[in-house]
């Protein structure tokens, strides 16, 4: 990442979101004509590796970052996406789990949080605020539990660090890679329910999993994240419900555990990656194409409006969601 951010300075910015628990840096690469600048254009976000031994949604982010750096120059598509937007690529949500899975236990999941029963880590796709801990079924009060989901929201500094960022940034889509299982999942995730724009996302996944689908032929599902099974307190829930944007989940291969799960052959790493490449600008390009400039512009100063006047909800809704005053 350092590299790609040193190598073109015009185009891209490093920064660190802020520190894991073991002090790692979770970095961010932003992609844009003015990296520098805040710009009245559509935001899109590329997160991976909430989970540490998916180290597959490592590589997929980090290869878009690296495909929109080496291409901007020579290809005309990339050079407009990238003039018109500004894209966040953080491939690393969870860096002292990765660090685990490398070096101690390669299935590790969680972050590396020492808990009061002396059991390792908070799943950090379990500690968003938006229904956080509604059940017990979509995430798990037990510290030793791979679902544990933390002593309150935003506990882990991790999905803090994400929190804020989106706190301060007006996104217009995201996505958050997981493996594996090629699906492509969007909300809800905490009940079996249909988001307001349910239909939107269906028609944006069918779409992205159409694009994927013509690279190297393998078929990503689409589904509500809910339909396979329930989670509450996750990235894409929170992101949904607080900023009302889409918001993916998309679980790279393999399909199943006897194709490999969470493993990945070296040879398989670069065509994931290329596969997911046409998606990822196709949703770019739908971002771009559907921003409200005039909105864009004006909307800090609207989402002040709006929580300031009495009545809406929007307030109440927006401490909920963040946590930050308190929890419930
Ligand atoms: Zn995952």
Known sequence: MKQLAAGYPSIVRLSSLGQSLEKRNIYALKISDHPGQRENEPKVAFLGCH?????????VPL???S???RNYENDERVKAIVNSSEIWIIPLVNPDGLDYSILNYRLWRKNRRLNDNGSFGVDLNRNYSFYWGADDLGSSPLPSSETYRGEQPFSEPETSAIRDL???VNF???ISYHSFSQTILYPWSYADLPAGQELLFQQLASELASLISQVNGRIYQTARSSSAY????DFIDWVYGLFDIPALTIELPPVDLTAGGFFNSEQD???IAAENL???LYLLDWAISTYNHQEGQLNPERKNQLEKSPGNSLKNKRVRLTGQEGSN
């Open 278 to 280: 046409p998606a990822a």
């Open 67 to 69: 495909y929109l750096i």
């Open 166 to 168: 989106f706190l301060n």
């Open 230 to 233: 329930l989670t509450n307190g």
């Open 51 to 59: 989970h540490a031994r998916e180290w597959i949604s490592v590589e």
């Open 172 to 174: 217009s889509a995201v």
């Open 63 to 65: 290869e878009i970052a």
């Open 269 to 271: 790493i670069q065509s």
